[in-house]
């Protein structure tokens, strides 16, 4: 079909000269050149804004966990803080998130588990924590110092926009909980900077929980991935009477599986840059193996980076340091699976008796890319939680992401 002058002039166009004519009849043809078209605001670009990446040698690693319900979560059982602070003293943990429902006290968590006699500890360090608990999910909200956690419970209902202006003012790190579960984040997790991706010694349920997080990271957002054991019951002492969910305790309690953070120093405020930081590995237990993930951006064999850590790509190739520590068995195999961009690059074999791998691959000079791993293999006992190991499965640990071209203002 010819279309004319007069055809445009016809429709309702007035064109007035040679260039409107020439522009209109290239939008009526779809024959618009590149310069016409329109052009993608958000199309990948040069990231320039990347803080330099934090010491790799000044730091310690402690292990905890981010999920634990003490007597006042009203569904608890025989599971008094001073219970699991013995019990975090037996096994070694470094420092314990109490996260009681808040709920359960009408928002008042100050004056219920914060101010419990037994909330205290000269060799654990004790995290300001609470599960934030709504009809639209659970998350748990984490602070070195005590907050007003009344007012985060209050505008539960609001608006995302409303909640994150109060979170980012309580200056506090509000955490996803059990994302795929039945009380999953319904809120924006763009008020996170962390998502529970292993809850309880059940490894395997925590399958969509994982998709979710290798969405949100695909997506942009730098969020860590953390465990927490959600155990809401002990096993009971003294005088405490049994209870149909003691079962529980012999299955899953505190550590299963284990939060470790590399931490620049033995407290609180510590434990959480870290969390917030992506400086972190989780372990089917403290017991079990914890994974280190490193980076050779330079390839002059001493790693410079860490997951959690970002930095603008150079477009070169990168060497990958994967390493198991810990307690490994010499005449066991581990499987080493390194995931790319939420999708499968490659599997490794290690064994106890020399637990590390390294690997190369070229991240993408525009545009992000991450790396996380996964270890399974032969699972570690935990004689404290025998039945524990049952649920696991062959899991032993996983990464938090080292990034590439993460933009820090997403």
């Not at 004319?4 to 024959?31: C, M, R």
């Not at 470094?94 to 968590?109: C, F, K, L, R, S």
């Not at 309880?200 to 925590?206: D, G, H």
């Not at 959600?230 to 529980?248: F, I, L, N, Q, R």
Request: charged share 20%; with cysteine; glycine share 8%.
């Amino acid at each position: 079909m010819i279309i004319s002058h007069k055809d445009i002039s016809n429709s309702g166009t007035q064109v007035k000269s040679k260039k409107a004519f020439t522009l209109l009849f290239a939008l009526f043809t779809g024959t618009a050149t590149m310069a016409q078209q329109h052009v993608d605001p958000w199309a990948p670009k040069e990231i320039t804004t990347i803080q330099p990446v934090a010491s790799l040698d000044k730091g310690v690693w402690m292990k905890g966990d981010l999920h634990v319900h003490s007597r006042h979560s009203k569904e608890s059982t025989n599971n008094s803080i001073g219970k699991i602070l013995r019990f975090c003293d037996k096994v070694g943990m470094d420092y314990i998130g109490i996260t009681d429902h808040d709920n359960h006290v009408a928002g008042d968590v100050m004056h219920n588990t914060w101010a419990d006699p037994e909330f205290k500890s000269k060799s654990v360090v004790l995290l300001y924590s609470a599960e934030w608990t709504t009809v639209r999910g659970h998350g748990n909200v984490f602070s070195a110092k005590p907050y007003d956690h009344q007012r985060l419970f209050e505008v539960r209902d609001q608006r995302d926009l409303v909640i994150g202006a109060v979170k980012n003012g309580l200056n506090v790190h509000l955490s996803a909980n059990h994302p795929s579960g039945k009380d999953h984040f319904g809120y924006s997790y763009d008020l996170v900077q962390s998502v529970e991706v292993w809850n309880s010694a059940i490894w395997s349920k925590n399958a969509n929980a994982m998709m979710i997080w290798d969405d949100m990271l695909s997506s942009g957002r730098k969020l860590t991935g953390r465990g927490g054991s959600d155990a809401h019951h002990g096993v009971p002492e003294g005088d405490e009477k049994p209870s149909k969910s003691t079962v529980e305790a012999t299955a899953n309690y505190v550590g299963t599986p284990t939060t470790w953070v590399f931490a620049t120093a033995r407290n609180s405020q510590a434990v959480i840059d870290a969390l917030t930081n992506g400086r972190v590995s989780v372990s089917a237990n403290p017991y079990s193996p914890r994974v280190e993930f490193y980076a050779d951006t330079n390839e002059d064999g001493k790693p410079d980076m860490m997951m959690g850590d970002n930095i603008k790509s150079t477009g070169q190739n990168v060497k990958f340091r994967v390493v198991l520590t810990g307690k490994t068995f010499a005449d066991s195999t581990y499987t080493i699976k390194v995931v790319k961009n939420g999708d499968a690059f490659n599997t490794y074999k290690i064994t106890g008796k020399d637990p590390k791998v390294e690997f190369t691959d070229t991240p993408a000079l525009i545009g992000r890319t991450y790396y996380r791993v996964t270890v399974e293999g032969r699972p570690a006992d935990y004689p404290e939680v025998p039945v524990s190991t049952k649920l696991t499965g062959n899991m032993v640990a996983l990464s938090n992401p080292i990034y590439f071209n993460f933009d820090p203002n997403f």
